[in-house]
């Protein structure tokens, strides 16, 4: 049975957040490819993760992080 991203992040109760505007510009589409992709492969390279992390961490439109200590057990945060 296929899931699509989309439906499998509904169905769990978690959020999508679609990286797709981030790579889709004014650049044609091999040269993104040969910028932010390994050669062959489909996983991003160091530039690649860098541009989605600024996407991702950018003040506005950006993700926020959880504070330090948010979400950790009693355990983890006495490390």
Known sequence: M???PMNFSGS???Q???L???FVNKEPADQVIAKYYWKNDAHWNEEGH???ADALLKP???I???KKGAGESKTQSRK
């Open 2 to 4: 296929k899931h699509r």
């Open 12 to 14: 769990s109760n978690a």
């Open 16 to 18: 999508f957040i679609s």
């Open 20 to 22: 797709f505007p981030v």
């Open 50 to 52: 860098r541009l989605v």
């Open 60 to 62: 506005e439109g950006g």
């Open 64 to 66: 926020l992080l959880p």
